[in-house]
Nanobody
Framework: QVQLAESGGGSAQAGGSLTLSCTASGNTGEAFCMGWFRQAPGKEREGTAAKYTGGGLPIYAESVKGRFTISQGSSMKTLTLHMDDLKPEDTAMYYC????????????????WGQGIQVTVSA
């Protein structure tokens, strides 16, 4: 099992930026894909960005494309989500997740999840 810990959340004004980080511990050697998801109050959890750990182009939800950037550290133990031009509708709890097999997309069948971190964007 892999433990994931998110950091870097907080508050920002609309148009501002925040960077989230996820640190993985445990056996990540066979990790296939890592992603960032979010869940706003009263809404379902949704994917925002994901990428194959072995390389390749990341995928982004339409709602964040051009504003969010996902990147991975060289050790594959860290995952970052840089968020620019934040909007009030980006307010949510953000979760880091890891996948060991399957398709690297926004299905919720990732194997391990972090506890989540709050991002609040004010108008």
């Amino acid at each position: 099992q892999v433990q994931l810990a998110e950091s870097g959340g907080g508050s920002a004004q609309a148009g501002g930026s925040l960077t989230l980080s996820c640190t993985a511990s445990g056996n990540t050697g066979e990790a296939f894909c890592m992603g960032w998801f979010r869940q706003a109050p009263g809404k379902e959890r949704e994917g925002t960005a994901a990428k194959y750990t072995g390389g390749g182009l990341p995928i982004y939800a339409e709602s964040v494309k051009g504003r969010f950037t996902i990147s991975q550290g060289s050790s594959m133990k860290t995952l970052t989500l840089h968020m620019d031009d934040l909007k009030p509708e980006d307010t949510a709890m953000y979760y880091c997740a890891i996948l060991f097999s399957g398709v690297c997309d926004f299905d919720l069948n990732y194997h391990d999840w972090g506890q989540g971190i709050q991002v609040t964007v004010s108008a």
